[in-house]
């Protein structure tokens, strides 16, 4: 199982980036798929998630109405748009999936695979 994140950068605060995370054949569809994130010296936290069988998402109060969760089975990979970024958006960005769909979405714990983690920084 790999999951590749990419997609982040430099935007100034107000502007949007898309990140995304491509997952192998094996992960994808199973279970829940999470977006968490972690800024310097904080604790990773959790952005988005959602799972694969059902209409379940869930997102972070920090982030309600800014970000939003989509996938492209045909390429199997899921998307985080962002949009009327903040500087306290800053952090880096990381995908997980949760096979057995074993913890509550904000639990990083219970997420069985990681991708990279990609970098978004938002400017002032």
């Known amino acids: 199982v790999q999951l590749q994140a990419s997609g982040g950068g430099l935007v100034q605060a107000g502007g949007s980036l898309r990140l995304s995370c491509a997952v192998s054949?094996?992960?994808?569809?199973?279970?829940?798929m999470g977006w968490f994130r972690q800024a310097p010296g904080k604790e990773r936290e959790f952005v988005a998630g959602f799972a694969w069988s059902s209409s379940s998402i869930s997102y972070a109060e920090s982030v309600k109405g800014r970000f939003t969760v989509s996938r492209d089975n045909a390429k199997n990979t899921v998307y985080l748009q962002m949009n009327s970024l903040k500087p306290e958006d800053t952090a880096v960005y990381y995908c997980?999936?949760?096979?057995?769909?074993?913890?509550?979405?904000?639990?990083?714990?219970?997420?069985?695979?990681w991708g990279q983690g990609t970098q978004v920084t938002v400017s002032s």
């Open positions: 997980a999936v949760d096979i057995y769909s074993s913890g509550a979405y904000y639990n990083f714990g219970a997420y069985d695979y």
């Open positions: 054949g094996r992960a994808f569809s199973r279970g829940r």
